[in-house]
């Protein structure tokens, strides 16, 4: 493998590993005796008579773990949803396993015992919600009478128009039961403490994970509008329509908002983010002799707009050494959507690299990675994929025309006989995604 893809690779793991959910919550959850201290508030556990851990996400499983390391047997019992093979070993919290990022049966029925525990918590009761990256598509509720395939069909209909994540998340809580602040409200008037490890541009517990725990700023005549933006209002379910048509009138009641009773009592803590990551990624580069350069931790828009202006940057670094004097390593951090209109198989890491890739080839001494940090990219088996300047020439030579596979949106079918897919499996954490670009 050449040095560049290597450095790369090299500075991406750096990456995953001061991700680590673990890692991240015993870094703001301790227990001083009966006290348990969570960011700068403290917990009088002689006050409660049963501590119950919810949850959902592709890193809860981990972050559940160390729920268990600080609480151990004071733990009552909990469940959390998680993708499935995103597991690990636990004691006295049980996983669900299920559906992302298409939502399932499994989804459903976990979502719904999840809503007994909160429901059934008293005042003298304390759950903590463990929710990371993934818990919209893991959590499914769909509020009556939408069915979960209504539900199902509505979030594949947002995936592939190109909605953004606020917009995306506008739609789902108001046609869910549990999304939307409305998990807080079943668990009032019982303490809950959300621990959120957060997958989404600037951290804003309403987003992550759709914000079961966090009040809601969006409205039911904002959602309305989201499916009118994108042409959607007459492609989605019947009830899903009448629903935000009902709630945009007043006839249903809105998602609790900012100052609702049922947050008296809840505490939202970011245990971690994209940051984490890319301050690791920055230190590896400059630990591999690379003058690291951090773009952007708030990336978010169209994947190939963002992929050109990244390789730009990359050939003005390569030749002017602007901003930053090679030996150099660009790095940024966030999601961005892709708007599909072909019918390949892919995700934004993927296509990302592909369009840095045509617009890289043939120049030298540049490397590009883009990669889930969950170990998962659209709906496929990798993270995302690693490029070159002679990446499009080595597809030419096998047959493989990129312009082709990029208007298909089937990147992963071009780097797949390449070998340039990046697979690491589960990682048991999700903060965003990341972009590496190196540059000799």
Do not use: W
Not at 381 to 407: K, N, P, S
Request: with cysteine; hydrophobic share 45%.
């Amino acid at each position: 493998m050449p040095p560049l893809r290597k450095q790369a690779l090299a500075i991406f793991k750096a990456a995953l590993l001061a991700a680590d959910p673990v890692r991240a919550v015993l870094a703001h959850l301790k227990l001083e005796g009966e006290t348990l201290v969570a960011g700068r508030r403290r917990y009088d556990l002689t006050r409660f008579e049963n501590i119950y851990v919810i949850g959902a996400g592709k890193a809860s499983a981990a972050m559940a773990q160390a729920a268990e390391r600080v609480l151990g047997r004071r733990i009552t019992s909990g469940l959390v949803n998680v993708k499935y093979g995103h597991t690990a070993k636990l004691r006295r919290i049980e996983l669900n396993e299920c559906g992302h990022p298409v939502p399932d049966a499994a989804g459903a029925r976990g979502a719904e015992r999840i809503a007994q525990i909160a429901c059934a918590a008293g005042s003298r009761d304390l759950l903590l919600c463990l929710i990371s990256g993934g818990a919209s598509a893991l959590l499914p509720m769909p509020a009556p009478p939408i069915t979960l395939e209504e539900k199902r069909a509505a979030t594949g209909l947002l995936l592939a128009c190109g909605a953004d994540i606020h917009e995306f998340n506008a739609v789902r809580k108001h046609i869910s039961a549990i999304k939307g602040g409305q998990l807080a409200r079943m668990a009032a008037p019982a303490t809950l403490i959300a621990l959120l490890l957060s997958d989404v541009v600037g951290d804003d517990p309403g987003v992550i994970g759709s914000g079961p725990a966090a009040p809601d700023r969006s409205t039911f005549a904002e959602a309305l509008a989201v499916l009118r933006k994108y042409r959607l209002l007459d492609r989605v379910a019947r009830a899903v329509r009448l629903r935000l048509e009902m709630g945009a009138r007043g006839e249903l009641p809105e998602t609790p908002k900012p100052g609702d009773p049922a947050f008296r009592r809840t505490q939202s803590l970011i245990v971690g983010g994209n940051r984490l990551a890319i301050d690791a990624a920055a230190a590896k580069a400059r630990a591999l002799g690379l003058r690291s350069h951090v773009l952007s931790k708030l990336v978010d828009g169209e994947t190939r707009d963002l992929a050109r202006k990244h390789a730009a940057i990359a050939r003005q670094v390569r030749a002017l050494g602007r901003p930053v004097q090679p030996p150099a390593c660009l790095i940024s951090g966030g999601e961005t959507t892709v708007t599909v209109r072909g019918t390949g198989l892919g995700g934004r890491n993927q296509e990302f690299v592909l369009t840095a890739a045509m617009e890289m080839q043939g120049v030298e001494g540049i490397a590009i990675l883009s990669a889930g940090t969950d170990g998962t990219d659209g709906p496929t088996g990798a993270a995302g994929a690693i490029a070159d300047g002679a990446t499009v020439a080595r597809a030419r030579a096998l047959g493989l025309d990129a312009a082709h596979y990029l208007e298909n949106n089937d990147s992963y079918h071009f780097f797949e006989p390449l070998g340039d897919l990046l697979k690491t499996g589960p990682t048991n954490t999700n903060v965003m995604d990341i972009r590496i670009v190196c540059i000799r």
